[in-house]
T-cell receptor
Framework: QKEVEQNSGPLSVPEGAIASLNCTYSDRGSQSFFWYRQYSGKSPELIMF????GDKEDGRFTAQLNKASQYVSLLIRDSQPSDSATYLCAVMVSGTASKLTFGTGTRLQVTL | GAVVSQHPSWVICKSGTSVKIECRSL??????MFWYRQFPKQSLMLMATSNEGSKATYEQGVEKDKFLINHASLTLSTLTVTSAHPEDSSFYIC?????????FGSGTRLTVV
């Protein structure tokens, strides 16, 4: 079982719709969760992070964490073509010297 | 915000030669730098963790004699790919922990011919 799992996609949503990206993790010691966006040929850029159960909102983005079910999700409201990218979920497990473990990413396509 | 400058952005080298990649934290002190490798359509794989002034910690399966990491100061970490071969062709990315979370360098596309 992979430590961090994501559906590779592509996930296709029309412009203006809500995109929902999901991520599950296997280690219950995971304590911090990150969402990164990566455009083709570029390095990842941080969208947001979440530590506590529940929702965290930042502009058009909302991260949702459910530690009991071991999943974290990212909602993108009013999706724009510029949101088309690969979204990487990353998890930091306590006691791992702050190392991040990445999922394989979900490719999002926002269509006009 | 925190910025990590990575150079070069791309490099082509001949098989058997060595290549050095630099990462500098421009506006913060990076006591720890992480080095990743990413093959096409795959996720980031952590290669090693470097701490300023001490030896790097390599992940299982990563050859420490092939991928030399030096973290001599709080603002500079380098990765040297020694005796590069075509299978080392990949996208190499550094990352440092700052007050804004983990900041990534812009990446280095290495092609070994």
């Amino acid at each position: 079982q992979k430590e961090v799992e994501q559906n590779s996609g592509p996930l296709s949503v029309p412009e203006g719709a809500i995109a929902s990206l999901n991520c599950t993790y296997s280690d219950r010691g995971s304590q911090s969760f990150f969402w990164y966006r990566q455009y083709s040929g570029k390095s990842p850029e941080l969208i947001m992070f979440i530590y506590s159960n529940g929702d965290k909102e930042d502009g058009r983005f909302t991260a949702q964490l459910n530690k009991a079910s071991q999943y974290v999700s990212l909602l993108i409201r009013d999706s724009q073509p510029s949101d088309s990218a690969t979204y990487l979920c990353a998890v930091m497990v306590s006691g791992t010297a702050s190392k991040l473990t990445f999922g394989t990413g979900t490719r999002l396509q926002v269509t006009l | 915000g925190a910025v990590v400058s990575q150079h070069p952005s791309w490099v082509i080298c001949k098989s058997g030669t060595s290549v050095k990649i630099e990462c500098r934290s421009l506006d913060f002190q990076a006591t720890t730098m992480f080095w990743y490798r990413q093959f096409p359509k795959q996720s980031l794989m952590l290669m090693a963790t470097s701490n300023e002034g001490s030896k790097a910690t390599y992940e299982q399966g990563v050859e420490k004699d092939k991928f030399l990491i030096n973290h001599a100061s709080l603002t500079l970490s380098t990765l040297t790919v020694t005796s590069a071969h075509p299978e080392d062709s990949s996208f190499y990315i550094c990352s440092a922990s700052s007050g804004y979370g983990y900041t990534f360098g812009s990446g280095t596309r290495l092609t070994v011919v």
